[in-house]
T-cell receptor
Framework: AQKITQTQPGMFVQEKEAVTLDCTYD???????LFWYKQPSSGEMIFLIY??????QNATEGRYSLNFQKARKSANLVISASQLGDSAMYFC?????????????FGQGTRLTINP | DTEVTQTPKHLVMGMTNKKSLKCEQH?????MYWYKQKAKKPPELMFV???????INESVPSRFSPECPNSSLLNLHLHALQPEDSALYLC???????????????FGNGTRLTVT
């Protein structure tokens, strides 16, 4: 069975510092996808970044980058130059194929607080 | 602004009421999803529609009844709910249902449901 683990329930970071949110996963499928979502208090799940299991390079999207270490089964999110607006809940998720569709399995999440 | 629109944003209903949640997207996505999220927990998959047909039901109680009238609309009909069904209900869509398409799920802002 697929499993996502986020070991940091909460993190506090000073504004403008870089922050790394940890995510490890477990799957026996050779093909999988890993996603990071941001959920502000408003409730919307905002897609941040995607990494495919066969991608050779780490994904980057603006201030977001994904440190993908396949052998260690980790996919940590790095946010550079953090901003107050980055304060939110962050979920790591893995896409798994099921019955001709795709299912996202989420980790427990990390609540990030950016301090001024 | 999210491209997946959910209405209403908030809903309070009694245990004997019948209500419906609505979700709409105009991105041409062919897969649509309902997720349930309890406070301080990750979203949990309820239903998946693929090309307007129900492809996944994650053993959801029959008091929740999904409907996909067309490729842009997804409804969740609610009847005889329990207080423990109070949660944030998130709708999502993706480009396609098949695992080969590495497109992210796009989520709406959710409906905060309270059952009294």
């Amino acid at each position: 069975a697929q499993k996502i683990t986020q070991t940091q329930p909460g993190m506090f970071v000073q504004e403008k510092e870089a922050v790394t949110l940890d995510c490890t996963y477990d799957t026996s499928d050779p093909s999988y996808g890993l996603f990071w979502y941001k959920q502000p208090s408003s409730g919307e799940m905002i897609f941040l970044i995607y990494q495919g299991s066969y991608d050779q390079q780490n994904a980057t999207e603006g201030r977001y980058s994904l440190n993908f270490q396949k052998a260690r089964k980790s996919a940590n999110l790095v946010i550079s130059a953090s901003q107050l607006g980055d304060s939110a809940m962050y979920f790591c998720a893995m896409r798994t194929p099921i019955q001709g569709a795709q299912k996202l399995v989420f980790g427990q999440g990390t609540r990030l607080t950016i301090n001024p | 602004d999210t491209e997946v629109t959910q209405t209403p944003k908030h809903l309070v209903m009694g245990m004997t009421n019948k209500k419906s949640l609505k979700c709409e997207q105009h991105m041409g996505h062919r897969a649509m999803y309902w997720y349930k999220q309890k406070a301080k927990k990750p979203p949990e998959l309820m239903f998946v529609y693929s090309y307007e047909k129900l492809s996944i039901n994650e053993s959801v109680p029959s008091r929740f009844s999904p409907e996909c009238p067309n490729s842009s609309l997804l409804n969740l009909h609610l009847h005889a709910l329990q207080p423990e069904d109070s949660a944030l209900y998130l709708c999502a869509s993706s480009l396609g249902p098949t695992p080969e398409i590495n497109s992210p799920l796009h989520f709406g802002n959710g409906t905060r449901l309270t059952v009294t």
